[in-house]
């Protein structure tokens, strides 16, 4: 079945510096592309939505200039984390629209561990 | 707005032990709903759906039933093992507006013991 690749699945980094995390759509093309964010036992929050070849649309409290998406092709979304702190360590994830079913069928990747040390 | 509401956790069972997990729902449109479970430092994994009214998902002996009318889509498995011991996340998918955006219930703690 369709899979979305989240990568790195785990990273750590210094506070100050900046990591990507990618979400990859392997075997279908997706138009939108979101990315959620889990604070310690809480619950997933929308964090944005990236569309192919536009701005990403962020959700009210999201600093975009903190939390950078690019949407460069039809598989392939990026969340750049810019000027990392400790308080950014979270999990985050991506789900991806699957253009060929009309945009119903949402795939979850498998999510990424940022710590900030 | 949508909003997704689950048990609240921790829940503790008993290996073999009957269990249920109930969320219930409000949306705008007409959603598609979900339950995610979480193992201990992994990711989220797809555990079943249903689309439409009175649909019924199930995989790994957990079934939920999605009731339009009482807005609820319940997780039920009758005999849990300690390896189901995870969070569980309810969660809908509006396909008529915001189409693609979940909404996430806050998740629920199990564990089993044996």
């Known amino acids: 079945g369709a899979v979305v690749s989240q990568h790195p699945s785990r990273v750590i980094c210094k506070s100050g510096t900046s990591v990507k995390i990618e979400c990859r759509s392997l075997?279908?093309?997706?138009?939108?592309m979101f990315w959620y964010r889990q604070f310690p036992k809480k619950s997933l929050m929308l964090m944005a939505t990236?569309?192919?070849?536009?701005?990403?649309?962020?959700e009210q409290g999201v600093e975009k200039d903190k939390f950078l998406i690019n949407h460069a092709s039809l598989t392939l979304s990026t969340l750049t984390v810019t000027s990392a702190h400790p308080e950014d360590s979270s999990f985050y994830i991506c789900?991806?629209?699957?253009?060929?079913?009309?945009?119903?069928?949402?795939?979850f990747g498998e999510g990424s561990w940022l710590t900030v040390v | 707005g949508d909003s997704v509401t689950q048990m609240e956790g921790p829940v503790t069972l008993s290996e073999e032990a009957f269990l249920t997990i109930n969320c219930t729902y409000t949306a705008t449109g007409y959603p598609s709903l979900f339950w995610y479970v979480q193992y201990p430092g992994e990711g989220l994994q797809l555990l079943l759906k249903a689309t439409k009214a009175d649909d019924k998902g199930s995989n790994k002996g957990f079934e939920a039933t999605y009731r339009k009318e009482t807005t609820s889509f319940h997780l039920e498995k009758g005999s849990v093992q300690v390896s189901d011991s995870a969070v569980y996340f309810c969660a809908l998918s509006d396909r008529d507006t915001n189409a693609g955006k979940s909404t996430f219930g806050d998740g629920t703690t199990l564990t089993v013991k044996p």
């Open positions: 990236s569309n192919e070849g536009s701005k990403a649309t962020y």
């Open positions: 075997d279908f093309q997706a138009t939108t």
């Open positions: 789900s991806a629209r699957d253009r060929a079913t009309g945009g119903n069928t949402i795939y």
